[in-house]
């Protein structure tokens, strides 16, 4: 089974600090995604990664950077929190971009930018 | 442009009876088309998808989608509904000229005992 893994389920950050949030998937998959999931908004894409050290933006980029260092890891990082990016964020990862591969999620990051 | 629509916030029905959630697309292509369901405080898990072939998809717990090209929908369905399937499901869509898919704000399912 694809195990897409996040590093916190939840978090609690202030206004201002940077913030990291980690994706690990498991399974050779080409494709990450960071989303943001908000009531009655659905899921929204922020960034996305075909491959290593390539990024694209999604719909909603402003206010947050990407890293792919490695195939298997992408990070959201947000320079400067603010609360309005209090949010539940969601990873995926997919096998190829070029086909109707499904998407596989992470359990999701909670965090609270007070 | 793709896009996707779920006309319902909340979806109520009783244990035992069928269920059907809506969804609708628009693509300037042919689609791939997929539901996912997430339980509270939890990613979204997988259900089934349309790529091609049976308009008909059988899914993961029972449900099941009906491709209609003619009326742009994809409407998830089960024949008899568990106090367990309340959850939220959200239907995707991607062109396949897309990289990405785009999701709909999800409808909430409650199924009372």
């Known amino acids: 089974d694809v195990k897409v893994t996040q590093s916190s389920r939840y978090l609690v950050k202030r206004t201002g600090e940077k913030v990291f949030l980690e994706c690990v998937q498991d399974m050779d998959h080409e494709n990450m995604f960071w989303y943001r999931q908000d009531p009655g908004l659905g899921l929204r894409l922020i960034y996305f990664s075909y491959d290593v050290k390539m990024k694209e933006k999604g719909d909603i980029p402003e206010g947050y950077s990407v890293s792919r260092e490695k195939k298997e890891r992408f990070s959201l990082i947000l320079e400067s929190a603010s609360t309005n990016q209090t949010s539940m964020y969601l990873c995926?990862?997919?096998?190829?971009?070029?086909?109707?591969?499904?998407?596989?999620f992470g359990p999701g990051t909670r965090l609270t930018v007070l | 442009a793709q896009s996707v629509a779920q006309p319902e916030d909340q979806v109520n029905v009783a244990e035992g009876n069928p269920l059907t959630v809506k969804c609708t697309y628009s693509?300037?292509?042919?689609?791939?088309l997929f539901w996912y369901v997430q339980y509270p405080n939890r990613g979204l898990q997988f259900l089934l998808k349309?790529?091609?072939?049976?308009?008909l998809v059988k899914g993961s717990y029972g449900f099941e989608a009906e491709f209609n090209k003619s009326q742009t929908s994809f409407h998830l369905k089960k024949p008899s509904a568990l106090v367990s399937d309340s959850a939220l499901y959200f239907c995707?869509?991607?062109?396949?000229?897309?990289?990405?898919?785009?999701f709909g704000k999800g409808t909430m399912l409650l199924v009372s005992p």
């Open positions: 995926a990862s997919s096998f190829s971009r070029t086909s109707g591969n499904e998407q596989f």
């Open positions: 995707a869509v991607r062109d396949r000229g897309y990289s990405t898919l785009t």
């Open positions: 349309y790529i091609t072939g049976d308009n």
């Open positions: 693509v300037s292509g042919n689609p791939y």
